[in-house]
Structures are given as structure tokens and as C-alpha cells.
């Protein structure tokens, strides 16, 4: 072992080596690792370095011995694992790399670089669905890394999803701005453009402006995207802007005079008008000279302007520029409206402008003149569709349809302007016409069994499938319907029949992700909320033959739990205990509900195990139909109940319950719940189908540990038991299934009485992370579950939790604790560097620590955080006084962070699940956080009794950043003044001195 100062020698040249290594002089690199390793040999980290230069070298062989060298000395060193990885993928060695990879992530489940990199593996092997779910679950750990994204942005590309690859491009390119060029932005732009996303176009252009003062075309596009979110002031001053850059131009006149005409400034209009056909007829590299446009646009030359006009229109049309022919083609068209090419051409150039307002106006206009065209209706209907007027839009279709009875098109475009009018039967009648015209037309079949579920003609749309499975056996919707709906009507085989032989058929159906994806992108819910019915809402439920009463009769517990929650403390809501229902489960062994239809009391002890950021559990109950009752783990009131006969969700969750954010809506979480739900329904049918047909009995199971948020699986499941254990019930508890985010706490050292009082329990253990393996788990062990969630930490579960931490602590780990004990003031400091972050949070903390320390000689600091974050502790230490003493939480288990935890006076954190450890030790400090979080009172983070409250910064002190996660105020990244954050840390040390 070395001694302090040879240690700090070796630290110093593995220093000077990295700065070499990042520079890109890897000799002298080496050369430096070398001397650290003469006096230090056993540090596995200048190993690991080492094998780092060689992989930039290409020597594979040297790499890996340099990694297994540093797993000899620290055999769970993740990041060695990470190297390896990396040394055996430039040795070719594929699979080597993917276990080594593999083997980091299992020490280090939140280590984004190597799941990146597992990611990069399968994307090399185009295993698409693997590679896209580890990069996906890197960017969910690290979202600010940009090359995270530019992987997934490829992968998406070559698999044909435009969008989300635009997505991942546009976030890794606001990430990291100033590696991109202008006309990379604008190219980002374009595209985004051409998908509808128009401000984040704006935004990407703005930024090729900023990189190119004179970049024309950025100028013209940024116009044109102004224009299309009807900005037309600004639109306006950038094509002006443009005419002083860039000169006169055809394209930019036409723009500016329909941005000056949108705001009836026609005079204005006309004229630019007029200066786009001067700078046209002048402009020979805008159309060539040989075409003799000029000519075309001079009566004297051209006798037929009408015709000229309608030329230029198509020779615009054949380049695809659109504004272009649009100007020409009006003119067209006000000279000679009864020319069914200018019909025909107008039409194209206003649908893809998207102009429909005025392709109503026009074509209004020539069904004057010639109302006996089909067409003419058949095009004025998709006008009023592309303006969502259904009614106006069936009419014009029903009229086409009479004028041409054989017009496949119009019978079905007729059907979808009633659906979405509301007219349901007609629209079946409709698409039933559009089959008999076509009867190979497997989406018109799609469409009408989509309409025939939510009308609750189940039995109907399963003969519809049906056929699309004759004409089309491969067709993944029509089997995965299929095989949804047969299983909900108890047709258990039939269902596994049908399932059987899309399998056969098309392998990928296996997979999970696939599978949901088809519900998600084909099904459209009657999604009702009960708390704000409309007039029409109300009809469509007593139609359905549902009652309203009894609606309200399953939601009560709902509000008796906010009662609960408003007669607790006013600081925070209070500590109720678990609701009626659940402690109904424990004491019967079922959960209750009256059927929506009849009123009856049911009972069930079927339930599904849903989700991972959100879960929900779904319990099935058989009633006049099938329905089922879903419920929020979290906060463990009913959210909703789903009808598969007509695919209906109605909903009772309110504002009060906090469901759903920017990231996600409620409606748009509760019905990926559903798919969710299907899918595993499909991809575990056997055992579904004898989870449901068993009749022995279920034991009654406490499912914790399958949410991914600490702070969650603590104050609301943990403190469950311990809300089980006051009421004296963990006898009725028979089992406890725990998932893979357990973070380490063996609840059976926290709660030995589980055991005790019930000698026969059954613990589950289920390993892994990924969301489906609870709902595997319950259907396969035939568990009855639920989440025992309370909300709030008492003060017998603080004491139990650091009891037991403490028990498991190491010795090491307390002396330091205890040594660190001696300091006034003792700060901890956690730090944050995934979404919601502090972006300049190493410079700020150091300052504030400086700043602190001129105030108080005794300082002592405790980082806190994921170990990922030492970088930043390095970073923030080397700046502060060497006098400071510090201490190093991040490496530690989270026994040791709770021990830890008791140590400080106070605290200074990122408002987050991090906030569960000073909750748990009661600890008072500053909260710093984005906008959307901050609260101007004090407050206390996390429920608990007897609490000791917090503060937050000033909202003045804190500045949002425009970066790649500022559309979503749940991870918005942030900036805000450390001097404000001091001021509050003063104030509570005065009062702690006093």
C-alpha cells in the first residue's frame, strides 16, 4: 500500500496523463500512466486509462490486458468493464464485447455510456428493437448527451421512421449547437419542417442565421415557417431581410405578398406580386430560357393568357414547388374556372400548401359552374376534412357518391367524415358500401372494425378480422385485434388459435414492443372523463347502457382519500393511511367493485402488473362484460375503468391526484397503460388464459420495487408496510413479490415481523428491469396483487430504516461519519447532471462552498449523488480551498447514504427523488430547481411527520435553459445565482448557532 504522499504523486501523473490522452498525444499519455503505476501499481483506475490510449491506438491485445489487470485489482470496477468492452470491439471481438458491456451494466444498472454501447452492438448485428431500447435507456439516465441521440438517429433512419430520427437529430443538435453547421441546421430544419414540427424549424433556422449573417436561403425558410404558425409580422421582416441579402427573387416576392395578403394589406400584396413576375422573367437560372416564359406571361404574345398561366403553373408543379404553381394556377383559374386541368392542378398545389380554406373557396366557386362533377365534391370533402368541418365534409362525399356510385374513394372517405361526426351506424353502412365496391380493401375492413368496437359490436368486428385474415393472412393488426377480443369474450381458444398462426406467419409478432406499438398507432378510446362529463358524454354513457350512480359507487374511495389527505398537515398534505380498498384486499383476499351495467357487487383476484415510470395495476372483473379497474400504484387511488367490448376508458382521476405532466398527458399515459396491457396479455397468452381459469386460490402479494424512482419505492411502498404492519395485518400479507428496483433494502431486515407473524410467506424475488417481468410474474405464480402505498414517512419507519442501515453499514464508513461530525457547519451537497440539472452547477457550488468557507473556518462538506457524478466532485474540489474537508457519499450503497444522511446540519440539493434521504433524517436546506417546480413557501419535500421544512431559491434566481429537453417542464434543465442559494444557507446556520 502506499502512503498519502506517493498516492498523491500517482494522482498528479494520472492528472497530467488524461490531459495528454484528451489532447491527443497518447505516447506521452502512456508515458505518464507509467510513472503513476511505479507508485501506485495497485490503482486500478490508471489501469483502465491505460487501456483507454490503447483502444485510441488500435492495439486491442494491449487494451485488454490493461483492463484485466484493473479487474484483478477491483473486480467490480463497472468502467474497466466498459474498456473492455471497448478493447475486444476493436479487436473485432463482437460478442467478447457485448458480456463485457453486459457485465458493466449489471454492477452499474445506471451506467449510460455502456448501455450506449450494448446499443451500438446490436445496431452493428441490425437487431433494431434491441439497439433502439438501450440507447433509449442511456438517453433516460444521461439525457444531455448528444451522441446517444445521433446513434438512435441512425438507427431510426434504417428502419424507415423519419420522424423519431428527425426527433433524435434535432435534440442531439441543440445539445451540442456549436459542432453543427448552418447548413446542417438548415437542412434539420427542412425536415421538420416538412413534418409539421414548425417551431422547432423556426428554432434551427435561427440558428443557421446566427452561425451565417448572409445564409439566404436560412433567411427564406425562416420566413416560410414563420408564415406557417401565422407569425406574419415577423415572417414579413424576414423577407425583407432576405431582398437586402440576397437581392431580388421571384420565391421570396410570392412569399411576402401571401404573408401581406393573410393580413389584408392587398395593394401591398399585389404589388410583390407583380415584383415576383418582373424578377421572374428576368431571372434565367429560375426556369430555362428555352421555356420563352416571358412569352407565356405577355398577352400580346400569347393570346391565351389563361393557358400561359396554367404552363408555368405545371412546369412549377413538376418541380415540386408548390407556392410557385399555386400563384400561376389562381390565376389560371380566375380567368377560366371551368378547366378541369387548372381544377386538377390547383387542387395538388393547395393540398400540399395545405391551403384549405381557400381550396374550398375555388372549388365552391367551379361547382357553381359545373355542379354535375363528381370530382369537384369528392375534392371540396377533403378541403373540409383537412379543416376537421366533418359534417360539411360528409355532405360533399355523400354527393359525390350519389353523382358516381361507383367511387370507392369518395364511399370511403364518407365513412370517416361521419365517424368522426359522431354518426356511427352511418359510417358503418358507409364502409360496408366501400367493401362491396372493393372487396379486397383490408383497411377499409380495419377501419370498419375499429368503428364496430367502440360501438360496442364486439362480435361483429371479430367477423371483420376475420376476413382481413382471408384476403390478407399477415396482417399483424387484424390478428392481434383479433386475438384481443376473443380472449376478453373468454374464447381462450380460439384467441390462442389465431395467435398461433400469426406467429407462424410473422415472427416478430413475438416481441412485445411490436405488439403494443399496433394497439398504440390503430386504436382510438372513447377516453371519458367522469369529473367533467359534456351533455353528449352523458347520452353516450346512458347508451351504452353504463350508469353514472354506479360509476360513482366504484370511484368513492377516490374521495375519501382526498379527505384524508386535506385533514393531515397543511405543510404537505399529511400521512392518511392506505385506502379503504386496499386494506379490503388484505382482509378478504379480493377487491371489490359493482358492475358499471347492473349494479352488482363484484369481487376479483385478478390483477396485472403494468408499467415502470408509471405503473398501474389492472384488475379484471367479470360482470354483465368484462371490465377493468385500473389503479395508481403510486398514490393508490382508482384511476380509471377500461371496457375492451367498446374500447372505452372512463376515467375519475382529477387534478388533485397530479396525474401526468408535459412528458405525459393523462390521457396519453392511461391509454399506453391499456396497450401495454394488450400486449403482454398476447405475448403471455397460455398463462394468462390459466391465470384466469385457475380457481385455487391467490395469494394475496405486496408488489414493491417495480417503479424506477427511489424516492417513490421509499415514501410511498416502503412506508406501505409499515402503515400494514400499525393496522397489525402483515398475517393476512401471504406473499411479497420484489422487483428489480428494490435499490438494495431488504425489506425483510426492515420489517422482521413479516416473517414472524406469518411463518409461510412467500417472497418472490424478481430479478431484472424490464417492465413486463411483474406482469410474468403474477400470471405465472398466480399472485393477487397490489401495492401497499402510503404516502409519507413516519417517524418509526425513519428510525427502522436507519436502524437497519447502520446494522449493515461498514465500520469504515461510520468512522468517517463520525469523524465528519466534528465540523460546523456540515453541508451535504448533492449533485444532479440528468434532466431537471443545475447546468453550471460545478462552478456555482464551488463558489458557493468558497464563499462559505470565508465565513465559517470549520467547513465540512459531504457530496451526495450517483457515482457517475464524480467527475464533477473532482471538478468542483479542485476548485475550492484545500482547507475544506471533504467527504464522499457517492460511492455508496444505500444503507450507508442513509447513515451517512444523519451526519449534516443541512443541506443543498436539486429538487428530485434525491430529496428521500434528507426527508428520511429530517434534515432542514435549500432546494434549487427549475421554474415549474419551485415554490415560494417553505415546505417540506417529502410527507413526513413531524417534518422539518425546506426552502427554495428565489423563482428570480433561476433561468431555464434553452437546451434539448426545454419543451418539457418536468426535465427542464436550468441555471440559477449560487449567491442566492448562500443567502438562504447563511440564514439557516445562524438559526441552527443559535
Known sequence: MVNDVNGESAIVYLNEGNQLKDAGFYDQALECYGKALAIDPENAEIHNQQAEVYCLQGKAEEAIACCQKALTIQPNYAVAYKTLGNAFLVGGKLEEARESYAKAVEIQPDYAAALANLGSIYAQEQNWQQAIFYYQKAIAIQPNFAGFYRNLARVFSQIGKPEEATECGYLALMLEPDKATAAEFLSLGNTLLAQGKQERAVICYRRAIKQNSKFSEAYYSLGEALAAVGEWDEAIAFYAKLIEVDGDSHQVYLSWGDALAQQGKLDEAVNCYQKAEEALTSDSTAIDRDLK??????????PDLSKAQEEVGNLFQGQSRFREALFYYRRAFQLNPDTTNVQHGLWVALSHTQKWDEAVVWYRQAIEIRPEISWLHHHLGLALMGLQNWEEAATSFRRATELTPQSFWSQQLLGQSLEKKGCGEEAIRAYQQAIQLQPDATN???????????????????????????????????SCKLTWLLSQKNQWDEAIKCYNKACEITPKIFDLEPVRKIFQETTEYNFININGLTQNERIYIENAGLSLEYLEQISKDNQDWKVAMKAASPVYGGLPKLPAFQHRILDTGYIDSVCPRSGNTLRSNQSFLMGQDFYIIFYRFMGAEV???????????????YLPSREMILVFYDEECGLGSERMSPRWLIEQHVNTLKSYTLGFLNDVKSYILNNQPKPVTAALGFHNNIGHFIWNEVSGLQDIYKAGKFRKLEALAVGGYNYGLDLRHIFPEMEQENTNLLVLNVPGKLSHLGFEAGVKNNLFIFTPAYYGITEELGSRLYNNSYSQCREEILQEVGESKKHFPLLWITLRSHHRAWVSQVEGIASLIEKLSQEYCDLGVIFDGVPAEKGKMDKIIGFIPPTVKTYNAL???????????????????????????????????????????????????????????????PIDAVTEEMDAVYHCHWMRNYNCDWQAIYKEVVKIIEGLKK
Open 627 to 641: 371490465f377493468y379497474l385500473m389503479v395508481a400504484s403510486n398514490y393508490t387511488y382508482k384511476l380509471a375503468i
Open 444 to 478: 377499409t375492413y380495419l377501419s370498419l372494425g375499429r368503428l364496430l368496437t367502440t360501438q360496442g359490436r364486439a362480435n361483429d368486428a371479430i367477423l371483420v378480422y376475420s376476413q382481413v385474415l382471408q384476403i390478407k393472412p399477415d396482417n399483424l393488426e387484424s
Open 891 to 953: 460511492d455508496c450503497n444505500i444503507y450507508e447514504t442513509i447513515v451517512w444522511v444523519q451526519a449534516p446540519d443541512l443541506f443543498v440539493a436539486p429538487y428530485g427523488a434525491g430529496s428521500i434521504f434528507p426527508s428520511i433524517a429530517n434534515k432542514t436546506g435549500v432546494y434549487h430547481t427549475n421554474k415549474e417546480w419551485s415554490k415560494a413557501e417553505p415546505f417540506c419535500p417529502n410527507p413526513r411527520e413531524n417534518c422539518t421544512l425546506t426552502v427554495m431559491i
Open 293 to 302: 416564359l416571358a412569352s407565356f406571361l405577355k398577352s400580346e404574345f400569347n
